[in-house]
């Protein structure tokens, strides 16, 4: 049966329904939104609403850019709690296949995971035909030098300085989502049948003898998997406790630090350090973001002077131009 084209019913959106029939039609309500009769601002740029944007920004930027260099550098390593860190350099924790390679829900104690791990964990997923726990390359790769703080004093015997291992994670990682299997036997049973890292000195059930610091949930093993943004970085590593304020945390005097060497860096060309340092409002001693501030309000009132002159020059040629026509 053939059907007729009417132009019409186009526009309309379609042939007119059957008596006692409801409407078809594409068009579209008839509403402000629908219909696009929304009001709208475009704004137009000058120099009375540009130069000023630039000036502002950099009268802001720089005092709060300076304020904070300033408040960096004043971050001590004598009063207050003291943070230890250690340092890596050339260490790219941000690359996009090496921040992938973890299981999630392995490290969340799924028992289903913890014997098949995902498949981004590759070419760090099993060894000897077991699944390594925990699996992935950042796992595979932490950190494991041991640093041992040592006061000597004038007898010249080292006084060993009490390292705090605990707290010096996250509170959601500790809690949320790092745990350990469920089960009532020992760590060691509820890790049956997986394998250690390839790179790990111990399996993950012997990183600590206390049982809330050991497995998924040691501090160390939270710290480490919580990857850097730059190659350049810290991890906490010890907290210093101060005793009495009425002495120092670390008082003056010569302090011997020893290392347990296990971590090489010769194969990625990086190095590592140890940083002592105490924190302020702002958290620990980084001047990137006083520098930054200031950086980026310089250039603002520096691109707002250009601008001015600029605008200046010009228009006082337009001035001078209309009035030799």
């Given amino acids: 049966m053939a059907m007729n084209y009417n132009s019409k019913d186009e526009v309309d959106g379609g042939p007119p329904c059957p008596p006692g029939g409801t409407a078809k039609t594409r068009r579209p309500d008839n509403t402000a939104f629908k219909q696009q009769r929304l009001p709208a601002w475009q704004p137009i740029l000058t120099a009375g609403t540009v130069l000023p944007t630039f000036f502002i920004i950099g009268l802001i930027f720089i005092p709060i850019g300076i ?40 490290l969340n104690g799924d028992s289903s995971a913890l014997l098949n791990p995902s498949k ?73 049948g997986t394998t250690k890292p390839v790179n790990w000195l111990n399996p993950v059930y012997m990183l600590d003898s206390d049982p809330d610091n050991n497995g998924f ?11 850097a943004a730059l190659p350049t970085f810290r991890k906490l590593y ?7 304020d009425l002495h120092p945390t670390l008082p003056a005097g010569r302090y011997y630090l020893n ?39 310089s250039i603002s009132f520096l691109l707002g002077v250009v601008l001015l002159v600029i605008n200046h020059k010009y228009r006082n040629s337009s001035n001078t131009a209309d009035i030799t026509i």
């Fill in 259 to 297: 290392i347990t060497y296990n971590y090489p860096v010769h194969s990625f060309d990086g190095r590592k350090r140890m940083i002592l340092s105490t924190i302020s409002w702002m958290g620990g001693k980084n001047p990137f973001l006083g520098i930054a501030y200031i950086a980026i309000g």
């Fill in 217 to 227: 949930v040691n501090e160390d093993f939270i710290v480490w998997m919580r990857t």
């Fill in 67 to 106: 304020g904070i260099f300033v408040t960096s550098n004043n971050i001590r390593e004598i009063e207050g709690n003291v943070f230890m860190y250690y340092g890596l350099s050339n260490f790219y924790q941000n690359h996009r296949r090496y921040v992938k390679s973890r299981d999630d829900s392995q």
């Fill in 238 to 244: 010890r907290l210093i406790e101060r005793k009495s």
């Fill in 120 to 192: 981004e964990c590759e070419p760090y997923r099993r060894n000897e035909d077991k699944p390594i726990a925990p699996c992935g390359a950042i796992a595979n790769s932490m950190f494991n030098d041991t640093l041992e703080l040592f006061l000597i004093g004038n007898d010249s015997y080292p006084t060993p300085i009490t390292l705090k291992k605990k707290g010096i994670a996250w509170w959601t990682d500790k809690n949320i989502k790092f745990r350990n299997p469920s089960g009532a036997e020992s760590l060691e049973e509820r890790f049956k």
